[in-house]
C-alpha cells in the first residue's frame, strides 16, 4: 500500500473513532470483562449476576460475560478467578460458602479466604428453613414433633457440600434441636429444590433469593423458619428460629452476595470496579429485582467498609465451622 493510501486510510479510521461515542471506542479496545459463578445456573448468585450484567457493562464501557463455574464446593470458580492476572478481568460473585468456608472445610482446595479481598456487597439475605410439600407438618412445632419421631432414622437433609453454609446450618440445628438428619449432597442449589419438590429429601435451608420466595408462594415448597433475627418482611408469617425456642436463642444467621477479586489485584483497579458496581447497584429495575425476591440490598459499600465487613465475615463462619467441629476432608 503506498504511503498516501496509509495516511488517508489511518485518517479515515481516526476520523471515524472521533465520531464514535467514547464507551464505544473503549468498549471495542477492552477483552471482556467476566463475572464468575460458582455455582449452577439458577442459583440466587446467578440470578443477581444476570441482572447486573448489562448494568456493570454500561458502567465500565466494556463487554461483560456471566460464566457458570460449579462444582467442588465453589472452589473450581473460586480458584479460575485466583488463577487469572490479578487485572480486574475476572470477578467472582459468591456467598460465604466459596471463599471462606470450602478453603476452610476441604483439604485439597489451595487458596484460603485471605487470598481474596471483597469489592463490593450486593444483598444481604436470610436462609429459610423449607420442606417438601408431602411432608406431615405445616409448622415448625409439627416439623420439630415429626423429625424428633423419627428417632435415630432422621430426616434426609439436602446440602451443597460438606462445610457449606447449608451444611453448617443443617448440622447446628439438629444438635441443637436434638434431632437426627441424613446428610444428602448435591452439586448446587437448584438441584436440592428439585429433590426437596419432588420428595426424595426432606428439608433444607435455601436462601430467601432467586426463586425461593415464588416457591414457598406457591406451595411447592413449605417455609418452616428463618435464620434471620426476625421474620423476613417478604415472608412474615414465617418465623425466625431464634425466637421458636430456648435452645435456638443463637440461632442467627445469614448469607450475602458479594463480588470478590485476588488480594493482589491492584486497589487503583478495585477502586474502579467498585464504583461501577455501587452504580449498576442504583439501577431502579435491579433495586426491584433484587428486593422483590426477599433480599436486602446493601448500602454501606466503601472500600472500607469492604476491609471490615470480609474480615469480620472470615472470622464468623470459620469459628461456625470450628464450632461444629468441621474437620478438612
Known amino acids: 500500500m503506498k504511503k498516501s493510501m496509509i495516511s488517508l486510510t489511518l485518517g479515515a479510521s481516526a476520523a471515524l473513532a472521533a465520531l464514535l461515542p467514547a464507551g464505544a471506542a473503549a468498549q471495542a479496545g477492552a477483552r471482556p470483562l467476566s463475572i464468575i459463578v460458582p455455582q449452577p445456573a439458577g442459583n440466587p ?3 443477581v449476576a444476570r441482572k447486573i450484567q448489562p448494568l456493570l457493562q454500561a458502567q465500565l464501557q466494556r463487554t461483560v460475560i456471566v460464566e457458570n463455574q460449579p462444582g467442588a464446593g465453589g472452589s473450581i470458580g473460586a480458584q479460575r478467578v485466583l488463577n487469572a492476572p490479578a487485572d480486574g478481568g475476572m470477578l467472582l460473585i459468591a456467598s460465604q460458602t466459596e471463599p471462606i468456608l470450602t478453603p476452610f472445610t476441604l483439604r485439597h482446595v489451595k487458596y484460603k479466604a485471605q487470598d481474596m479481598r471483597a469489592v463490593a456487597l450486593v444483598a444481604r439475605l436470610p436462609y429459610i428453613l423449607t420442606g417438601g410439600a408431602s411432608l406431615p407438618a405445616r409448622d415448625l412445632a409439627e416439623l420439630t414433633a415429626h423429625a424428633k419421631s423419627q428417632g435415630g432414622k432422621g430426616l434426609n437433609f439436602g446440602h451443597i457440600g460438606p462445610g457449606s453454609m447449608i451444611h453448617l446450618l443443617g448440622e447446628q440445628w439438629a444438635r441443637q434441636s436434638g434431632l437426627s438428619v441424613n446428610h444428602v449432597v448435591y452439586r448446587g442449589v437448584p438441584p436440592v429444590v428439585q429433590d426437596l419438590m419432588s420428595g426424595q429429601i426432606d428439608l433444607s435451608f435455601l436462601p430467601l433469593g432467586g426463586a425461593t420466595l415464588q416457591m414457598i408462594e406457591s406451595g411447592k ?8 433475627a426476625a421474620p423476613s418482611p417478604a415472608l412474615p408469617q414465617v418465623p425466625a428460629l431464634a425466637a421458636s425456642d430456648r435452645k435456638l ?26 464504583r461501577a458496581i455501587v452504580a449498576a447497584m442504583q439501577d431502579a429495575s435491579f433495586r426491584e429485582y433484587v428486593t422483590s425476591t426477599g433480599m436486602e440490598l446493601e448500602k454501606a459499600n466503601s472500600l472500607a467498609d469492604m476491609a471490615r465487613f470480609y474480615s469480620a465475615e472470615t472470622a464468623l463462619y470459620e469459628g461456625l465451622a470450628k464450632k461444629i467441629g468441621v474437620e478438612p476432608n
Open 221 to 228: 415448597v413449605r417455609a418452616f423458619a428463618t435464620t434471620g
Open 45 to 47: 448468585t446467578d440470578g
Open 249 to 274: 436463642a443463637d440461632f442467627v444467621y445469614g448469607t450475602w452476595i458479594a463480588f470478590l477479586v485476588p488480594a493482589k489485584t491492584p486497589d487503583a483497579t478495585v477502586a474502579q470496579l467498585n
